[in-house]
């Protein structure tokens, strides 16, 4: 049964799913919309629906699938970021009076998407109260636009211009003309040893 209130989108291209299964090394699941681009032009954040084809729960809406990414927001972590986050969430009012907002536009986003009861009420990342995961905040981040998750800004800031210096998208190219020419070196090989051998039974 479709949702009435959920926000009209289009699907998403299979040209973007195949960038984001060369990311991940798997086809992805349940996605709803690209959230977010690199600035190279490939999706970097997804935005995935609240409960997967085979029935499981995932709240985590927007999820980062860029490995540059992904392993910049894992170097923040393993620098201790997110103790340091989480001890100021409980001195800084302001600070977890947004973050809470932040948790709240959190399940708000999901639930555009459709109701889950078993994670209703849970949004992703240790929102509100505590910072278990940046990867889940700076998805966040980029999705929704500067201002709507602070811990999510101040680590979109760290990480600095992951992307560079070379494109993905760049990258991806290469590879594909390079695989694309070998299959058909390949194949005039194959239609050489095949003429040859023709020739040679005519002979």
Same mark, same amino acid.
């Given at each position: 049964?479709?949702?009435?209130?959920?926000?009209? *989108?289009?699907? @998403?291209?299979?040209?973007?799913?195949?960038?984001?299964?060369?990311?991940?090394?798997?086809?992805?699941?349940?996605?709803?919309?690209?959230?977010?681009?690199?600035?190279?032009?490939?999706?970097?954040?997804?935005?995935?629906?609240?409960?997967?084809?085979?029935?499981?729960?995932?709240?985590?809406?927007?999820?980062?699938?860029?490995?540059?990414?992904?392993?910049?927001?894992?170097?923040?972590?393993?620098?201790?970021?997110?103790?340091?986050?989480?001890?100021?969430?409980?001195?800084?009012?302001?600070?977890?009076?947004?973050?809470?907002?932040?948790?709240?536009?959190?399940?708000? *986003?999901?639930?555009?998407?459709?109701?889950?009861?078993?994670?209703?009420?849970?949004?992703?990342?240790?929102?509100?109260?505590? @910072?278990?995961?940046?990867?889940?905040?700076?998805?966040?981040?980029?999705?929704?636009?500067?201002?709507?998750?602070?811990?999510?800004?101040?680590?979109?800031?760290?990480?600095?211009?992951?992307?560079?210096?070379?494109?993905?998208?760049?990258?991806?190219?290469?590879?594909?003309?390079?695989?694309?020419?070998?299959?058909?070196?390949?194949?005039?090989?194959?239609?050489?040893?095949?003429?040859?051998?023709?020739?040679?039974?005519?002979?």
């Amino acid at each position: 049964m479709s949702n009435p209130d959920r926000p009209s *989108q289009p699907p @998403v291209e299979p040209a973007d799913l195949d960038a984001v299964e060369r990311q991940l090394g798997r086809r992805p699941r349940g996605v709803a919309a690209v959230a977010h681009r690199c600035p190279c032009g490939e999706p970097d954040v997804l935005r995935t629906e609240p409960r997967l084809p085979d029935g499981t729960p995932f709240p985590t809406t927007y999820y980062a699938t860029c490995p540059r990414l992904t392993g910049a927001v894992s170097t923040l972590e393993t620098a201790g970021v997110m103790k340091e986050m989480t001890e100021r969430l409980g001195r800084d009012e302001q600070l977890a009076a947004a973050y809470a907002k932040a948790h709240e536009h959190y399940l708000a *986003q999901r639930a555009e998407l459709g109701a889950v009861p078993e994670i209703e009420g849970v949004s992703a990342g240790g929102m509100p109260t505590r @910072v278990k995961c940046l990867h889940v905040l700076v998805g966040h981040s980029l999705a929704a636009g500067p201002g709507v998750n602070p811990l999510g800004d101040e680590a979109l800031a760290m990480l600095g211009d992951w992307w560079k210096p070379t494109s993905c998208a760049a990258v991806h190219a290469a590879e594909d003309a390079t695989t694309a020419l070998a299959q058909d070196t390949a194949q005039d090989t194959a239609q050489h040893t095949e003429q040859d051998t023709a020739d040679g039974v005519d002979r």
